[in-house]
């Protein structure tokens, strides 16, 4: 073997080398709150949900006298297919007050009461003054649910969809959790939360690396409509190039075993 070919085969066996220890690399961005150690703590804050417009809300009214209290409550629907008409019964979910566009609901003998802003407790309590001064109900309970908070999670989740809000003061945290986690070619710099506040589209964006910036984040506690977007990570946009002649393509290894094949044959000569 001549040195010249002796420098070829050596200057192949080192691309390789160097390409396959790179494609086996593990990134180091996996970890989730690399900032956090056995001697860390953090103040933990509360957050409760408010209406907003085109929220459902379910009102219950209950009274000891169930004849009055139903005077306030809306009748539980079920709709058959088929079925021009509409069938009330008593085992079906009950109907909803959808909020209009200016954060108002009509409420059966009260009007219209604005709720926009407002949390679930505050608007059960604005209701009970109002049945009380009104003297409609003398001790009445009033509870109140948003039957449509709900978040979409998408992009690299084990199961992308949307999933209920389920307590006011649920996280991107709990909400990737229950979308099973962020797939292993998720990119966890920068997670998306897209948010529109007062007519407008807001985006913020989520270190999961880091438990302090995503404890201070304004997105960290979830609101009504929110879209979770996790992007995909450089390795996993390579591997979507299915043309691309890339260290992670089965044509790229094709090549190199091709190259180190002709310079061998080369060198032995």
Known sequence: MSKSHLNYFICALTIIATLACSSCKTPKDIVYFQDVTMQTVAPVSSKVLTVKPNDKLLIVVNAKDPIVADMFNLPYMSRYVGQSSTRYTQNQGALAYTVNAAGDIDFPFLGEIHVAGMSRPEVAGLIKGMLIAGDYIKDPSVTVEIQNAGVSVLGEVRTPGRYAI??????????????????????????????????????????????????????????????????????????????????????????????????TAIAIR
């Open 166 to 263: 389920d307590r006011d003061d649920m996280t991107i945290l709990d909400a990737l959790g229950v979308a099973g986690d962020l797939n292993i070619q998720a990119e966890r710099e920068s997670v998306k939360v897209l948010r529109t506040e007062n007519g407008e589209q807001k985006t913020y964006i989520v270190n999961l690396l880091s438990a302090d910036e995503v404890r201070n984040s304004p997105a960290y506690y979830l609101q009504q409509e929110d879209v979770i977007y996790v992007e995909p990570n450089p390795t996993r946009i390579r591997q979507s190039q299915l043309n691309a002649n890339t260290i992670l393509t089965p044509s790229f290894w094709i090549s190199i075993a091709t190259l180190a094949t002709t310079v």
